[in-house]
């Protein structure tokens, strides 16, 4: 099962919106919030590599708030 890490800025004030659709979404495993250079930390995970393509780059990219993200994509040993 991919899973990725998203680290989230977003713009000022918007970072409890930001939150809450996160949480909203199935394939968010969890997210918190953050002190520092990135306001979110979001755990996602999906049924495929494809479904994890297209939950980084056309959903969560829609998300009115997010000014920034790195992806850190996890993989096994």
């Known amino acids: 099962m991919p899973e ?6 977003t713009e000022p004030s ?3 919106d930001v939150y809450l659709a996160l949480t ?3 394939a968010v495993k969890e997210v918190h919030a ?7 930390l979001a755990h996602v995970s999906s049924e495929s590599a494809k479904t994890l393509t297209t939950l ?8 009115e708030g997010i000014r ?3 992806t850190l994509i996890a993989v096994e040993y």
């Open 4 to 9: 990725a890490f998203i680290l989230v800025k």
């Open 14 to 16: 918007h970072e409890r």
């Open 24 to 26: 909203s979404h199935d």
């Open 34 to 40: 953050l002190y520092g250079e990135f306001d979110l």
């Open 56 to 63: 980084l780059m056309k959903e969560f990219r829609t998300i």
């Open 68 to 70: 920034d993200t790195q």
